[in-house]
């Protein structure tokens, strides 16, 4: 029997800050998107690796946090 915990989308996820393993808050990965430090150095300031920030720039991570507009156009 299906306990129904997901809809079959798994829309009911939860996304960004709200996942309780997450290490991000939301106007982070904003600042990261827009920044142009080093993915190692924001990496170290904020305790993630820096595939977390490369996959962050990229949008493959946190996609429902709006890309800038330069890195969206691309």
Do not use: C
């Not at 982070?28 to 924001?42: A, F, G, P």
């Not at 904020?46 to 969206?72: D, M, N």
């Amino acid at each position: 029997v299906a306990k129904a915990r997901y809809n079959e989308a798994g829309r009911n996820r939860k996304r960004g800050e709200a996942h309780g393993g997450a290490k991000l808050k939301t106007h982070e990965v904003l600042e990261i998107r827009s920044s142009d430090e080093s993915e190692r150095k924001i990496a170290a300031r904020l305790g993630v690796s820096r595939g977390a920030i490369s996959a962050i720039r990229a949008g493959r991570h946190w996609k429902h946090v709006g890309l800038p507009a330069a890195t969206a156009s691309e």
